[in-house]
């Protein structure tokens, strides 16, 4: 199946280059729009996006697999993305991260079978002094508790 971009979202893409001197610099928006329409970044998308703006391919690869929140694969439609860095660990990330694992039967970059949930295990979030935090989808979710994980994840839908 041939990925196209939305009218709408090609024209966001559009008023992001114009953000910039290159347009090789609205890669992570564009890649971002895309994730947005498509759920995940596949080849298909990054060749349309290195078309776009006017770079080889692998160029735009190498944004995806530099950064946590470009996904190559579905996910759930709760992403839950620990944050098991330093201040988190030492507060207790590992213990939520165990906690998560357990509680949804999957472990890093797995989703349940269901497709609700996805887990990912990531490094400094910028919430070191809240620690421990997830985030979920584009929420954070700071001083966490094991409590505090059970409630949240029992609220979602």
Same mark, same amino acid.
């Given at each position: @199946?041939?990925?196209?971009?939305?009218?709408?979202?090609?024209? *966001?893409?559009?008023?992001?280059? +114009?953000?910039?001197?290159?347009?090789?610099? =609205?890669?992570? =928006?564009?890649?971002?729009?895309?994730?947005?329409?498509?759920?995940?970044?596949?080849?298909?998308? @990054?060749?349309?996006?290195?078309?776009?703006?006017? @770079?080889?391919?692998?160029?735009?690869?190498?944004?995806?697999?530099?950064?946590?929140?470009?996904?190559?694969?579905?996910?759930? +439609?709760?992403?839950?993305?620990?944050?098991?860095?330093?201040?988190? @660990?030492? *507060?207790?990330?590992?213990?939520?991260?165990?906690?998560? +694992?357990?509680?949804?039967?999957?472990?890093?970059?797995?989703?349940?079978?269901?497709?609700?949930?996805?887990?990912?295990?990531?490094?400094?979030?910028?919430?070191?002094?809240?620690?421990?935090?997830? =985030?979920?989808?584009?929420?954070?979710?700071?001083?966490?508790?094991?409590? +505090?994980?059970?409630?949240?994840?029992?609220?979602?839908?």
């Amino acid at each position: @199946m041939e990925f196209n971009f939305t009218p709408e979202n090609l024209e *966001r893409i559009n008023a992001e280059i +114009k953000k910039y001197p290159k347009k090789q610099s =609205a890669v992570m =928006a564009a890649l971002y729009i895309a994730q947005e329409q498509n759920g995940y970044i596949t080849n298909e998308i @990054m060749v349309k996006i290195a078309e776009l703006l006017d @770079m080889h391919p692998h160029d735009v690869l190498s944004v995806v697999t530099f950064y946590t929140m470009y996904f190559q694969k579905p996910m759930g +439609k709760y992403h839950i993305q620990v944050c098991t860095n330093v201040s988190c @660990m030492l *507060r207790g990330a590992y213990d939520i991260w165990n906690q998560l +694992k357990e509680k949804l039967k999957i472990d890093n970059l797995e989703v349940t079978p269901d497709g609700k949930f996805s887990l990912e295990e990531v490094e400094c979030m910028g919430s070191c002094g809240t620690a421990p935090m997830f =985030a979920i989808n584009e929420d954070y979710y700071e001083n966490l508790t094991k409590e +505090k994980v059970e409630e949240i994840i029992n609220s979602l839908n």
